[in-house]
């Protein structure tokens, strides 16, 4: 429907160059994978669905349901935690990282190239070593005998949201840090220059002409922080030898344990809808609150 | 934003050009999908052989591997490839694969509440004609397990398996105690043993359900069978019976004595750190399946002959329940998947029915300190080992065995149960929240 | 892209700043001591594992656990992780140049649109579709087959690489496109004479970049693969634990040995992938 009204519009602006049908190939797998998924969820949303029967619609059943569980209303509270905690450790790390190496000193380059490692190690691999590393008996902590490191970092249901935020920090704040390096390098040098004749310190030139001039970095970073907080999924899985405990069960833990382990699709689909308008929301709020309203409109500047 | 001109009269070239892009760029796509789907999914389903997945650990080692490698030399046409999964991980799998129609041929399973759903949702094979000339070697009441509303779904497969009551003797003896007879004797051992630099109990609390047992145990001994028994009718508030919350009372007790090994939330079962606790001399006792006895056997032979005690669970003075009932797992079933093609369903069929306890798989299990759920083999246990006579023994003595909760009941309230179960260890819910919670979940 | 040519980092380099460089030390430790007790467990003896001080590797060190890894269908799995990798990689970036060069060169509503859409992909946590997606494939019959990865891990990558690339894109020249077009270049030319050649650092950052959440998936194999010879590099890590059990050393074995071909990459393409992120993030 949309291709034959687009046609008409192609005839007349024909010039510009390719074809609209040449972006035909990537939308048609995000709406076939992306999209259609979404609206599936939907339509499971209001169905009982025990994965090994056909789904049975129940209309609106599972919403009060769901939406007034305790066990969901603390999986939203976990995980508006681990969003604002995570953002609030990665963003000044990634910041200062960035900034730290954008310099072309050459001890920075070697040290950069080491903190990207986090980067190649799979969700997966991250888990695994640190539940070795912080395992209560056979751990590092146990092995060194420091009382300070031997703590029931992965069991104590208070302490591993924390542990969670900074395994977090450790894998995802090398990328950040690559986007704020990028950020850093792009500012002209001669805003510090002239800020350097004026006087300025360091400490001066970083809040009056750094900080400023990454508003746009800052908010890509955090909207991408954000909507990735929402999903973490892989390391809190793998830390939890896949069975997590009520301190960790944030919302998309909370789905799979009801989809998958609970086999209610059906109230998982729910939840799944619940991340979906949460990360669209938190997402354009983001970039309504910083005057970033749209993408677009800044890259045509360039 | 760059202007466009705009000119019309497409000529006739250009728009053919326009609809050829079209169809091109349609084409890619199908064809990628194509090929992306022809290039991975060639061996699936259809494969010639049946499958089998079983659970990693001793019984893949010394019974189910040995007797699949004898089959399939002996039967060149009724082949079964086999995979084997750790416990937690096979749990989360099996029900999707099922769900999805791509199961293995042979399903295992412990019967109770999921047998019931793949019946119900007739993912499994009718066995009842294959089986009536099987039916009467086995000892009924394990037999019983895997026939849902008077056909039989899943067979035996494997071990007889109550939770035991395992300890350390060498640890024991440092603390210069005996292995408890009671609840009492549990709380007076526990300063003991701390006070030599043990822990008490072994307990895998990140895998949950090991925490169940402790929950399956206390419940009977503090009330009996009927209090469980209630629950699975399906009657409302029965979590809320008296018996429960005094057996909660009892474990979060425990735990406050500190009876359990320090961070045990975070040990795992999957990685049988548990086992490893208790034959590292980490651990002084540890409440665990029978089937770890073969764990203990590969990791820590020298332990097993010379440190390794085992006994039932303690009584509890006072309790309505019978000392001598056992929970556990009355055995292991498999079932076979009517999403199979007819050749591997065939294959599977003669598997369960011919290879499965034949002579040699019964031996082989009772050589590992096992006990099959076969008649008439008393002397054949006496003579296999201590460990299998035991436990043959707890299991002919018992008036009742119970099935492990989590599996007797619907997958929907056995997570709720080991969610609830965990918080209740953990001191975040009292053992009067711990029944409302469950309440609630009653009839889903 | 890169335009300043004089840096901050020459204004800086006349006043070393020692509280910059202490930070970035104690980061350093927190990055690379994990990192060191991989690598040194991996290497020791499990025999007395659990007595040893594990920061000081072990004299009797060895490789043994690497081999048992090995033996334990390591290469089955990495075979599985490059095919899906190279597939999703390569049919991604071709799908995303084509919609990224349509994007930036043509000005229909419906390419509007669709880049609308793509860019509220980036908002939406497309990960949480995890369940209709199992539903979806497995009424298709792809349920454990590794097309069940390929296909969803096309369309998630698909926003953020077109993003990257149109941002690219936009920086050729508009005169370059003109003079070709007064030469009578086709638009399907031009994308594989000019937009392609042109835009070869973007498309190696997002190429790696791709590869790299490819490689490292774990959500798709563990809800939508079953068999072990489906099976990928990081589900097998998994799998490994539970085979191994306590074996600490040869499962930290396994994670050094699934990373090792993307160290190797990131050894050679570091460059690329470093500076192409910041044409796509940075603007």
């Known amino acids: 429907m949309t291709t034959n009204r687009e046609a008409g519009v192609t005839r007349k602006t024909r010039h510009a160059g390719p074809s609209g049908w040449m972006a035909a190939p990537a939308l048609a797998f995000f709406i076939v994978f992306a999209i259609l998924p979404l609206l599936v969820a939907l339509y499971l949303s209001f169905t009982n669905w025990d994965a090994i029967s056909d789904p049975v619609w129940v209309g609106f059943d599972n919403w009060p349901k769901v939406l007034g569980d305790p066990v969901t209303i603390t999986a939203l509270l976990l995980s508006l935690k681990i969003i604002v905690f995570s953002w609030v450790v990665q ?68 302490l591993i949201l924390y542990v969670v935020v900074f395994i977090i920090a450790w894998q995802f704040v090398p990328f950040h840090t690559l986007i704020y390096q990028g950020g850093v390098r792009q500012i002209p040098a001669s805003l510090y220059e002239a800020a350097e004749i004026d006087g300025a310190n360091r400490w001066q030139q970083f809040w009056s ?34 069975v997590p405990g ?45 005057g970033f309203t749209k993408m677009t409109s800044q890259q045509e500047g360039l | 934003m760059k202007l466009h001109s705009t000119r019309d009269g497409a000529g006739l070239s250009r728009r053919t050009r ?140 494997n071990a007889v398996t109550p939770i035991m009551f395992y300890y350390n003797k060498k640890v024991l003896a440092k603390a210069n105690i005996d292995a408890p007879k009671t609840w009492d004797d549990i709380l007076a051992d526990v300063p003991k043993l701390k006070a030599v630099g043990v822990a008490p109990f072994s307990l895998a609390g990140g895998s949950k359900w090991p925490e169940l047992m402790w929950e399956e145990y206390l419940v009977d001994r503090v009330a009996g069978p009927d209090a469980f028994n209630a629950v699975m009718a399906g009657k409302a508030g029965s979590w809320s019976d008296p018996g429960i919350i005094q057996a909660n009372t009892m474990i979060q007790q425990l735990v406050d004595a500190g009876g359990f090994v320090k961070g045990f939330s975070s040990v795992t079962a999957d990685s049988n750190a548990d086992v490893a606790l208790l034959y590292t001399g980490k651990a002084a006792m540890m409440l665990q399946g029978a089937w770890v006895y073969g764990t203990f056997n590969t990791q820590a032979a020298a332990f097993v002959k010379s440190g390794l005690g085992y006994t039932t669970f303690p009584a509890v003075d006072g309790g309505k329940g019978d000392p001598n009932d056992i929970v556990g797992n009355p055995s292991g079933y498999f079932s076979v998947s009517s999403a199979a093609t007819k050749a591997q369903q065939k294959a599977a069929i003669a598997y369960l ?55 007797a009941l619907p997958p929907a309230q056995a997570t709720a149960l080991l969610t609830n179960l965990d918080q209740l260890f953990n001191k975040q819910i009292t053992p009067q929240q711990f029944s409302d919670n469950m309440n609630k979940t009653i009839g889903q | 892209m890169t335009t300043a040519a004089t840096r901050r980092g020459s204004s ?11 930070g970035g030390f104690v ?60 597939i999703s990689v390569v049919v991604t970036v071709l799908v995303c140049i084509m919609a990224a060069y349509a994007i930036v060169r043509s000005n229909t509503r419906f390419v509007r649109a669709t880049f609308g859409l793509f860019l509220l992909g980036l908002a939406i946590p497309l990960q949480a579709t995890i369940i209709p997606l199992f539903y979806m494939l497995s009424k298709a019959g792809l349920y454990d087959t590794l097309a069940a990865l390929i296909l969803p891990s096309i369309a998630f990558a698909i ?125």
């Open chain 2, 353 to 407: 029915t011919k290879g499965v306890f034949d002579k040699a798989y019964t031996d082989r299990m009772i050589k590992s300190s096992q006990v099959p759920p076969i008649q008439g083999i008393d002397s054949q246990i006496s003579a296999g080992g201590d460990f299998g006579t035991s436990v043959y023994n707890l299991t002919k003595a018992a008036p009742n065995f119970q099935m492990s909760w989590d599996q």
């Open chain 1, 246 to 290: 009520s301190g960790i069960r944030i919302l998309p833990i909370d789905m799979y344990i009801t989809g998958f382990s609970a086999n209610q699709m059906g109230q998982a689909s729910v939840i799944a809808i619940m991340l979906c308008v949460i990360g669209l929301v938190l997402a354009l709020g983001l970039t309504k609150f910083s």
């Open chain 3, 12 to 22: 800086a380099r006349h006043r070393p700043n020692v509280l910059a460089g202490v």
């Open chain 3, 159 to 283: 926003p953020l690489t077109v993003l990257i690339l149109a941002n690219f894109i936009r920086d050729i020249p508009k005169e370059l496109f003109e003079s070709m077009k007064v030469d009578g270049t086709s638009n399907w030319r031009m994308l594989f004479s000019l937009v392609i050649p042109l835009s070869r650092p973007a498309i190696v950052t997002v190429g790696l970049y791709n590869a790299l959440g490819v490689w490292n998936g774990f959500l798709f194999p563990l809800i939508l693969t079953q068999s072990p010879d489906k099976r990928v590099l990081p589900l097998s890590l998994w799998t490994f634990q539970g085979q191994f059990s306590v074996n600490v050393p040869a499962v930290l074995a396994a994670v050094v040995l699934s990373t090792l071909p993307v160290f190797v990459l990131y050894v050679f393409g570091r460059r690329q992938l470093v500076s192409g992120m910041t044409a796509g993030f940075s603007k």
């Open chain 3, 27 to 86: 980061w350093l430790a927190i990055i690379i001591i994990p990192i060191y007790y991989i690598v040194i467990t991996s290497v020791r003896p499990q025999a007395g594992f659990f007595s040893s001080n594990q920061l000081i590797p072990a004299a009797d060190s060895n490789l043994d656990q690497y081999a048992l890894v090995l033996q334990s269908d390591f290469f089955l799995y990495l075979a599985n992780s490059v095919i899906i990798t190279v």
């Open chain 2, 18 to 157: 326009r609809l050829t892009n079209a169809v091109l760029a349609i084409g890619a796509v199908s064809l990628l999908l194509g090929v992306t789907a022809c290039s991975s999914s060639g061996s699936t389903g259809g494969g010639a052989n049946a499958s089998l997945w079983g659970l990693t650990g001793g019984d893949q080692d010394q019974v189910e591997a040995p007797s699949l490698k004898e089959w399939n030399a002996a039967n060149p046409k009724l082949k079964i490839d086999s995979n084997y999964f750790a416990n937690d991980a096979y749990k989360t799998k099996i029900r999707t694969a099922v769900g999805a129609g791509s199961s293995p041929t042979i399903i295992y399973s412990w019967a109770g509440g999921t047998l019931n759903s793949y019946v119900k949702a007739g993912k499994v094979v009718d066995l009842t004609a294959a089986t009536n000339g099987i039916k009467s070697k086995f000892l009924p009441s394990v037999f019983g397990q895997g026939v849902v509303d008077g056909k039989t779904y899943a067979v035996p497969m």
């Open chain 1, 91 to 158: 963003t000044p790390i990634s910041l200062l990282l960035g900034v730290f190496t954008a310099g072309r000193q050459r001890y920075r380059a070697i040290l950069a190239a080491i903190f990207f490692l986090p980067l190649i190690l799979s969700s997966a691999a991250i888990a695994i070593a640190f539940k070795a590393i912080l395992d209560p008996n056979f751990g590092l902590g146990a092995s060194l005998g420091l009382p300070f490191l031997n703590q029931d970092w992965l069991g104590d249901q208070n």
């Open chain 1, 209 to 242: 002409i750094t900080l400023p001039q990454l508003r746009y970095t800052i908010v890509t970073s955090s909207t991408l922080m954000v909507v990735g907080s929402l999903t973490y999924f892989d390391v809190i899985f793998v830390l939890t030898a896949g």
